[in-house]
């Protein structure tokens, strides 16, 4: 199974760029990488998708370099709302549908 | 506001009693999902219907029932839960069945104690 490593938890403060590195080894060649905010007592919220190179959205950028085994999720300015856990997710290559969730990145922004 | 409704928002059973877990979408998706999820842990699949229909079941004890009346209700039944299985229940749904690498909407839940 692919596995995801994610840093546990990770500090900040409002108006800096915090940016959350996800490692994924095993990675199948069709598989996207996908990137989920949860606050406490919601269901995980999704921010980003990509495949390859960057993509951006409105409120996140993902990179992702040529070997696709690593990904970074790049949050700007955040602010001390940005507080929650961060899930990387990659495709099982083993399976059409199972998901490989990460363990998840606790963000703290302090102010 | 979350676009995925989960019923109840909270729910204390025994371990004899009989319940059921609600979730609805009317963004037209046709896969739905469970989810359970401990503290401070990832979410982990539980199932998956695509199309109406169960296509994947994560070897998920018989205690838990899942049905699909239509393509924008999933039911979760239970029955003689233990108290390990006391965890937040999530639903979610994508905009097609298949692979599940699509965006998913969850819900926030269904927080189940089991006494």
């Known amino acids: 199974l692919a596995k995801t490593t994610q840093p546990i938890s990770m500090d900040s403060y409002e108006g800096q760029e915090v940016n959350i590195t996800c490692s994924h080894n095993?990675?199948?060649?069709?598989?996207?990488i996908t990137w989920y905010q949860q606050f406490p007592s919601q269901g995980p919220r999704f921010i980003i998708q990509?495949?390859?190179?960057?993509v951006t959205n409105e409120v996140a950028s993902l990179f992702i370099p040529a070997d696709r085994k690593s990904s970074t999720l790049s949050l700007p300015r955040v602010s001390l709302s940005d507080t929650a856990v961060y899930y990387c997710?990659?495709?099982?290559?083993?399976?059409?549908?199972?998901?490989?969730w990460g363990a998840g990145t606790k963000l703290i922004i302090k102010p | 506001d979350t676009e995925v409704t989960q019923t109840p928002k909270h729910l204390v059973m025994g371990m004899t009693n009989k319940k059921s877990l609600k979730c609805e979408q009317h963004?037209?998706?046709?896969?739905m999902y469970w989810y359970k999820q401990k503290a401070k842990k990832p979410p982990e699949l539980m199932f998956v219907?695509?199309?109406?229909?169960?296509?994947i079941n994560e070897s998920v004890p018989s205690r838990f029932s899942p049905e699909c009346p239509n393509s924008s209700l999933l039911n979760l039944h239970l029955h003689a839960l233990q108290p390990e299985d006391s965890a937040l229940y999530l639903c979610?749904?994508?905009?097609?069945?298949?692979?599940?690498?699509?965006?998913?909407?969850f819900g926030d839940g269904t927080r189940l104690s089991i006494l």
């Open positions: 990509g495949y390859k190179t960057k």
């Open positions: 095993n990675i199948a060649t069709n598989d996207y």
């Open positions: 219907y695509s199309y109406e229909k169960l296509s």
């Open positions: 979610a749904s994508s905009q097609e069945g298949g692979r599940v690498n699509q965006p998913q909407h």
């Open positions: 963004m037209g998706h046709r896969a």
């Open positions: 997710l990659v495709g099982d290559p083993h399976s059409n549908y199972q998901l490989i």
